[in-house]
């Protein structure tokens, strides 16, 4: 008996190394997520390999029309102060729009780049495949009411 409980020891030793060295490489393979608060969906997304610049669709759910004025894409856990990008895209009641998108759709800006928890640094060269986790900031104002609100989302995906 004593000698299989050391055989069962060598054999998860060796099962140990191999997964340190790397030769059977352990993945997290996760599904591609979005979500906004209450009111505003995130219908679409995609982040860019090499630019790490994000496309991003937006729905609005409210019962009035928005302009969103700005975004940012970042690993920032606090409501950031810097590096926002401009957008000025007006959304309808129960309309979708791309609010960033590396070519430009519905006015969208080209480049929304998705930055580290620093909030200065854009992820250089970003890889195929490589998983990117952090916060959607949106800044959008209420047309009929002048309100200027602040929304976070989270986005969890792979560089493609």
Request: hydrophobic share 40%.
């Amino acid at each position: 008996m004593m000698t299989y409980a050391w055989a069962l020891v060598a054999v998860l030793a060796v099962i140990a190394v191999v997964f340190y060295v790397g030769v059977l490489k352990a993945t997290v393979v996760s599904t591609p997520s979005c979500d906004l608060a209450k009111g505003m969906a995130c219908v679409d997304f995609k982040l860019n390999r090499d630019t790490a610049y994000l496309n991003f669709k937006l729905g609005n759910d409210l019962a009035r029309r928005i302009n969103v004025t700005s975004l940012k894409c970042t690993q920032e856990t606090y409501n950031p102060s810097s590096n926002w990008r401009a957008v000025g895209i007006t959304i309808a009641p129960g309309e979708e729009k791309w609010i960033a998108h590396i070519d430009g759709l519905d006015g969208s800006p080209a480049s929304a780049c998705c930055y580290k928890n620093d909030g200065l640094s854009c992820y250089p060269n970003s890889a195929s495949g490589q998983p990117y986790s952090g916060k959607v900031w949106i800044n959008y104002t209420e047309l009929d009411t002048r309100v200027n609100r602040t929304i976070q989302g989270t986005v969890n995906g792979q560089f493609e």
